[in-house]
């Protein structure tokens, strides 16, 4: 099979999801990180009053909210504190199996809900972190959107202001998947088929995404094929991508 060179310029690197061994959410609740100035005031972007930052993950945060309204304020303050000083770091648990069978006693809830309130926890940081939303439009979306306590709501969103920087940066310098995209080749097949007493051709678009593993450094190949549709509709999500990298960048 002979592949020929990259079919577009513009698609610069794109990343395959992959899930981490120390978390468990995927690598797609957090997409590209944009830089923090040193002026505080200058790095919050807006957003609609009107739209929540976490509707793509809305059942994550609402699976735990009752949980976390019923929580001692002075435990969760505590909490949220260790979740933020971990968000972002890699190949790093949030809490040790040990750890999660004394807050098991400390809140008086089984283990598995505990790991839902912390992987919730994580999940708001790190949408935090993408939109770089303003503290009070965060508040006021986990309040009216998320109906959390206003006392939860206030403690989370002091301790997004006090780390926004750090975890911006961990997550600035940390591999999101486990491969990158190194190359791509593609070519065209024609496939004959027979339909009633005609031949039909169905072309396809082969392609091979050659990826990187951040771990070995070692080059995998992949590869999948398109039919016109499916094509038209994989670079209509590229574009949508590269769009979304454009508006961080500006």
């Not at 709501?153 to 190194?182: G, N």
Request: hydrophobic letters at 35%; proline letters at 3%; a neutral charge.
């Amino acid at each position: 099979m002979c592949f020929t060179s990259k079919p577009r310029d513009n698609i610069k690197r794109l990343v395959w999801n992959s899930t981490r061994s120390t978390r468990s959410f995927d690598a797609d609740r957090c997409p590209s990180i944009p830089v923090l100035d040193e002026n505080p005031a200058s790095n919050w972007l807006k957003m609609s009053h009107n739209s929540s930052i976490f509707a793509d993950g809305s059942s994550k945060v609402k699976a735990s909210i009752q949980h976390i309204n019923a929580t001692d304020n002075t435990k969760f303050r505590k909490l949220v504190q260790r979740v933020a000083e971990k968000t972002g770091r890699q190949n790093e648990t949030i809490f040790t199996l040990d750890e999660l069978m004394k807050l098991e006693k400390a809140f008086d809830l089984p283990i598995d809900n505990i790991k839902q309130m912390i992987e919730t926890i994580e999940y708001m940081f790190l949408q935090s972190a993408y939109h770089l939303v303003k503290p009070q439009i965060l508040e006021n979306d986990l309040v009216n959107e998320q109906n959390f306590d206003e006392n939860k709501a206030k403690i989370f969103v002091e301790q997004w202001s006090a780390s926004a920087k750090e975890i911006v940066e961990r997550l600035k310098s940390s591999h999101i998947a486990s491969h990158s995209l190194s190359d791509i080749r593609w070519t065209l097949d024609v496939g004959i088929t027979q339909a009633s007493k005609s031949k039909v051709k169905r072309p396809t678009a082969i392609y091979e995404f050659q990826l990187k593993n951040e771990q070995t450094q070692q080059i995998e190949n992949l590869q999948t094929e398109f039919n016109k549709d499916e094509l038209y509709a994989f670079f209509e999500k590229l574009e949508s991508i590269q769009s979304q990298l454009d508006t961080l960048m500006t």
